[in-house]
């Protein structure tokens, strides 16, 4: 009988081992395509290897709202159309969900598209109000979120009164407005080589307008929207900062009332 080995394998090698048996396992055919586990039988198993319930938990969480699996969105002509954050946060996912909802509207000018238990997806608010806060960036603000195409949040129960938190913003509507930039730019440049060839200008340099105005709209395309999904993918992280600190369970923080008082309260008091 072969002996057995007594050495030991550290965390990484056994992640290693594991992830390699069942890609094993998957392709020799021995495990059923439709074989499936529930949580309680995935932490059973994790806690025969050492897995702790509270790490199995988070990360069925972020299995479940795509933070594993999320792949980086291929860039394209244009740049990244998408940004997204996640964390686990303190708090009842309902509230850091009602949380999340109050902030969207209030400070990021969104409006709920569509409400479910564990999932908000908000759009920008049309209004004429929201157009003329945008514009003056009334507070200072760049209101980055309310440019997108839908913003989404998406909360998971942890134990321990902790919630797993993903938030999404969705920018196809700026490919859109990148194409038309870039085909205006060409328009005018064509026009110009146009114009260039009727007056017998060498072809070579006829071609130079519409080459070159075509790759600056290109070029400025890609500025633009980089600066935006950059801009978002901040204001995602400082939300889920704010969250994580706990700074939304402290009543009339965030309201122009508390503001004022805590203005009032600075003031020196008369004797």
């Known amino acids: 009988m072969p002996k057995e080995s007594g050495s030991k394998l550290d965390r990484a090698s056994l992640e290693r081992v594991l992830a390699r048996a069942a890609e094993l396992q998957g392709t020799s055919g021995d495990a059923s395509e439709a074989e499936e586990f ?30 594993i699996a999320h792949a980086e969105e291929k860039s394209g002509v244009f740049g990244r159309t998408a940004a997204r954050a996640s964390r ?23 409006i709920v598209k569509r409400h479910h238990a564990d999932r908000i997806v908000w759009e920008p608010h049309q209004g004429f109000v929201a157009g003329v806060k945008r514009a003056l960036r009334v507070g200072g603000r760049d209101y980055a979120l309310s440019l997108a195409h839908e913003v989404s949040a998406t909360v998971i129960d942890l134990e321990e009164g902790r919630t797993h938190v993903v938030l999404d913003a969705d920018y196809q509507n700026l490919r859109r407005r990148s194409v038309q930039q870039v085909a205006g730019s060409g328009v005018v440049g064509a026009a110009l080589t146009g114009s260039a060839l009727i007056i017998s200008v060498p072809a070579v340099l006829a071609a130079v307008p519409v080459v070159a105005l075509t790759a600056a709209g290109v070029v400025g395309s890609r500025a633009y929207q980089r600066h935006v999904i950059t801009r978002a993918q901040l204001a995602l992280e400082q939300l889920l900062d704010r969250l994580e600190r706990g700074e939304f369970g402290r009543r009339g923080a965030d309201t122009l009332l508390g503001a004022i008082v805590a203005a009032a309260n600075a003031l020196p008091r008369g004797r």
Request: hydrophobic share 40%; net charge negative.
């Open 38 to 67: 529930t949580e309680q039988q995935l932490i059973d198993l994790g806690k025969e290897v050492g897995l702790s319930p509270q790490h199995l938990r988070q990360a069925l969480a972020e299995e479940r709202t795509g933070s």
């Open 88 to 110: 686990t946060v303190p708090g009842k996912s309902a509230d850091v969900l009602a949380a999340i909802d109050a902030w969207m509207q209030r400070q990021e000018l969104l």
